[in-house]
């Protein structure tokens, strides 16, 4: 495995992360644990989950990822070999089931935080993430903003103050964001030194051959501040493992699932993908090894979140570590990317 320091921190993370939304679902708790004894024996030790989880979140399933994450750590004592980063959902995503309000006022940060550290079994999170902005916003699937109604009131201020006070509790170390655009980012850094306030450590937005959205605007923020990306959905739902090529359409994959993940199945993205495939071919790479070593070897990369729902990708995405292109394979890349920029933002 290689390690890379949490931006700011001297806590080491692992370049690749255990992505867990499928336990509860997809997964069964046994599954789930056999998947993070086995990521831990190959040095993944970042594990990424969300209050929401698992996916698609709806009110039978709320919590159980954290809850069987919980359970693990209580039979295997692991808690402390493992960087924890967990997330508190926004409004605007029809989750009202989950409390009262799904908002960052004080009192929704502190029981959302409360009630996931009693699901994690632990008494302190690594890395603590808003999910998605308060405010409305391009996110999940649309790349240009749109100016609309929005009651919103800007309290990036507000929030980083309660966040610094559950690290002055104990109960957070660091700070995040996720699916969040440049001038969120910096609005919060911007106070951040303004009030002497905690800084976001990582961002955590989706990043693949199909969805290089982040290197407009997001990733020259985070070289010059210091903001490290945590990047999700590297394999685009499973279609950059190369699962659908040649006419394959296997019934459980997430895509078929979840069709509301639709931007992971368009004519486009099938398109570049075939064509990713041919180059993974021609330098003897396999689709998912040219996929998640394009991801991991970018210079704003702090960890890149692998999800599976079998042991056998599991490892195959882990052992993805080993590999590097070189700038051969790059240049052919960005030919294929030119014709078919961002397919599935």
Not at 42 to 61: H, I, R, W
Not at 100 to 122: G, H, I, M, V
Not at 129 to 143: A, D, I
Not at 197 to 212: G, W
Request: one cysteine or more; a neutral charge; charged letters at 20%.
């Amino acid at each position: 495995m290689k390690y890379s320091n949490l931006p700011n921190t001297t806590t080491k993370i692992s370049k690749i992360a255990l992505g867990t939304m499928t336990f509860g679902q997809q997964n069964t708790e046994a599954e789930g644990h056999a998947q993070m004894d086995c990521a831990l024996e190959n040095g993944v030790n970042l594990f990424d989950t969300a209050e929401m989880y698992s996916v698609p979140a709806k009110k039978e399933t709320y919590g159980s990822t954290e809850k069987i994450i919980g359970t693990w750590f209580k039979k295997t004592g692991n808690r402390e070999k493992v960087i924890l980063a967990t997330k508190i959902a926004g409004p605007n995503r029809n989750l009202n089931y989950m409390r009262e309000e799904n908002d960052f006022s004080p009192e929704s940060l502190t029981y959302a935080l409360d009630q996931s550290l009693k699901r994690l079994q632990t008494d302190y999170i690594d890395l603590y993430q808003l999910h998605w902005p308060e405010r409305k916003s391009n996110m999940f699937g649309v790349l240009g903003f749109k100016v609309q109604e929005d009651p919103w009131e800007d309290n990036f201020q507000s929030v980083l103050e309660c966040l610094q006070g559950f690290i002055r509790q104990g109960k957070i170390r660091n700070i995040g964001v996720s699916n969040e655009t440049p001038w969120g980012l910096m609005r919060f850094l911007e106070e951040s030194k303004k009030h002497n306030l905690p800084k976001m450590a990582t961002i955590q937005n989706p990043y693949s051959l199909v969805n290089r959205s982040f290197e407009v605007g997001i990733s020259e923020v985070c070289h010059r501040e210091n903001v490290g990306l945590l990047a999700y959905s590297p394999l685009a739902f499973g279609v950059l493992s190369g699962k659908f090529l040649n006419g394959a359409n296997p019934p459980n994959a997430r895509i078929n699932l979840f069709p509301q993940f639709a931007r992971y199945n368009s004519e486009n993205t099938r398109e570049a993908t075939r064509r990713y495939n041919e180059i993974a071919n021609d330098f003897g790479l396999t689709l998912t090894e040219l996929s998640l070593a394009f991801v991991t070897q970018q210079p704003f990369l702090s960890s890149t979140i692998i999800g599976a729902t079998t042991m056998e990708q599991l490892k195959e995405n882990i052992n993805t570590i080993k590999v590097t292109l070189n700038e051969n394979v790059l240049e052919e890349i960005e030919k294929i990317h030119n014709i078919f920029p961002n397919p599935a933002p």
